[in-house]
Each structure stands twice: as C-alpha cells, then as structure tokens.
C-alpha cells in the first residue's frame, strides 16, 4: 500500500529568536584580512587614539594652567598615560609612546629608527601619519606632533619669554635633563609611536578575546 504525503501541507515553525542567531553568528564569523586591510586598521586606530589623546592633553593642559599655572599642570602633560587613552590602546592592542629630538624626560629621547622617522618628518619627506610592518608580530604607527596650541608655549616656549624664570625652575625641578624649550608655534616637537599587536588587532577586528600575551 503507497502513502502519498503532501509537501503543501507541512509548515515549519521558524527557530524563535532565528534570525537574531544568525546574525551573532555573522557577527562572530572570522573575517579573512589581508596584510593591507591590517595595516589599514591600524592606520584609522592609530589616528583614533592620537586625536583623543592630543584633544584631552590640550583641554587638561589649559584647564591646570588656569587653576594653579606650572606647577599644577605639569603632571597632566603625558596624555600617553590617560585613563581614556589607555582605555582605547587596550582595545585596539595598542602601545603608545611619544618621542623626541628634545625631550623633556631623556626616557622620551627618539633613538634609532623612531629617531629616523622622526627625521623624515623635520626633513619634510613625510607630513601625515605613518604604518609599517615591524616584524611578523608587531605593527608601528607614528604621527608628528607639532606646537598647534599657544598654550603650549608657557611650557615649551623660549625661557624669559613665554616660559617664565620661575616656571622654568619648577620644570627643571621635576625634569634636570629638560631639552624641551625654545619652541615656536607650527615647529615639529615630536613623534606619536604606536606599536599594534597583530593578533590583539585581528581578535578586536573579528570582535574575538585578545590573543597576545602581551603585558598591559
């Protein structure tokens, strides 16, 4: 005996939430990224956190200086160091350091190939932001910084002019070795160097757990 079954009778019931599944699951599906689309990545984060950072060093400098001059706001000058800042090098897998041919702190002296970068901006041959492959783990972004805000010159104009003598002899105080004077708006005082851990960058790209064992 045949049993003939109608396929125009059977309805399946839709998974509830199914189409929410499927889209986590999209959300979670790894992407393949070639070597381009992680320097690209690296490029827009590392503008990312330096604009944050130079945005909240202006604000904090200008706000400290107005409450209590020098001696209140130089511990706010090192936006490296910034909860905010930190915060998105955490999560781009990032590590940030600024450098300079005059630094304040001599831990800030730009040695090597910063010191080579940072000479192809003085020299003019580069003007904007910078990535390159360090080796097969690490990314380097680095970006000049220059004197924009004239409020930077109470602290990094020339001594007896912008910068009082007094101020001076707090900043000497807390920096011996300070360099970091003589300073004109528009002139190059440094270099923004960001190192991308690759894995902690593709694992924030696939929106996965950071892979490195990186110290924070």
């Given amino acids: 005996m045949a049993f003939i079954v109608s396929g125009c009778d059977v309805k399946v019931k839709p998974i509830e939430g199914g189409k929410e599944i499927a889209q986590e699951l999209e959300r979670h599906k790894i992407k393949r990224l070639t070597k381009q689309d992680i320097l690209n990545a690296a490029q827009k984060y590392g503008d990312s956190i330096v604009v944050v950072a130079q945005q909240l060093h202006e604000a904090r400098m ?3 200086l107005a409450q209590g001059g020098i001696a209140v706001a130089i511990p706010y000058c090192q936006p490296e160091n910034y909860e905010e800042v930190e915060a998105l090098q955490y999560k781009f897998g990032a590590l940030s350091r600024r450098f300079s041919e005059q630094p304040r702190n001599p831990q800030n002296q730009a040695k090597g190939s910063t010191a080579q970068a940072l000479t192809r901006y003085s020299s003019g041959q580069e003007k904007g932001a910078m990535v390159e492959e360090l080796n097969q783990n690490e990314i380097r972004y680095t970006s000049p910084i220059y004197l924009r805000n004239e409020t930077c010159l109470s602290c990094h104009g020339t001594v007896g002019q912008e910068v009082s003598e007094t101020d001076y002899t707090l900043i000497k105080a807390k920096y011996p070795q300070d360099q970091a004077t003589g300073y004109k708006s528009g002139d190059l005082m440094g270099v923004w160097e960001l190192t ?9 790209l696939n929106d996965q757990p950071k892979k490195s064992r990186r110290p924070r």
């Fill in 196 to 204: 991308f851990d690759k894995m902690d960058l593709v694992a924030f």
């Fill in 62 to 64: 200008a706000e400290h």
